[in-house]
């Protein structure tokens, strides 16, 4: 029924750039904050950025400057679009719908890899 499905991600080098995209359906878009998370091996998923319903922002320090995440109700679809990439960025890249007290949808995830 609901549906996130990320695209965009492989492999680069690093100081390149990706543009994520994750597609909504199966809910009121506009009604979610969305937000992008990420895992790399050996460690736990977190936090990269998020967009609130009314399309404040807030990133990971690590992603401040590089990362810029923004949606389009109209298309319920959500972006990361990160440049200036480098090796530490590689992970599986999630998408998430976000409700109230954790509760959420998650995308299956699209890799990203960036080589030195």
């Known amino acids: 029924q609901v549906q996130l499905i990320e695209s965009g991600g492989g492999l680069v080098q690093a100081g390149g750039s990706l543009n994520l995209s994750c597609a909504a359906s199966?809910?009121?878009?506009?009604?979610?904050?969305m937000g992008w998370f990420r895992q790399a091996p050996g460690k736990q998923r977190e936090l990269v950025a998020t967009?609130?319903?009314?399309?404040?922002?807030n990133y990971a320090d690590s992603v401040k400057a590089r990362f810029t995440i923004s949606r389009d109700n109209a298309k319920n679809t959500v972006w990361l679009l990160m440049n200036s990439l480098k090796p530490e960025d590689t992970a599986i890249y999630y998408c998430?719908?976000?409700?109230?007290?954790?509760?959420?949808?998650w995308g299956q995830g699209t890799q990203v890899t960036v080589s030195s």
């Open positions: 998430r719908a976000m409700g109230s007290r954790g509760y959420g949808y």
């Open positions: 967009i609130a319903t009314g399309a404040r922002t």
């Open positions: 199966g809910l009121t878009f506009s009604r979610y904050a």
